[in-house]
């Protein structure tokens, strides 16, 4: 048990890092969730938000950040 709270903690520090980042990125300006290719459908009763072509930015971003990572 004693494992699964080790992993329980890393992963929430983490994703708070990660929350972190997002939070001051929109504060300082960038577009993040409003680029182009980000699909929105806004009905009277219904708002849909898929942010596609953010997604696919942040994976290339994180998996370059990795690779460096792991080539040190």
């Known amino acids: 048990m004693n494992e699964i709270g080790k992993i329980l903690v890393v ?16 504060r300082a300006g960038l577009p993040l969730g409003q680029l182009p290719g980000d699909l929105r459908i806004e009905r009277p009763n219904v708002k849909v938000y898929f942010p596609v072509v953010t997604c696919l930015l942040l994976s290339a971003l994180l998996t370059f950040l990795l690779w460096l990572l792991r080539r040190r």
């Open 11 to 26: 992963t929430g520090l983490v994703l708070a890092g990660l929350g972190a980042l997002v939070w001051l990125a929109g």
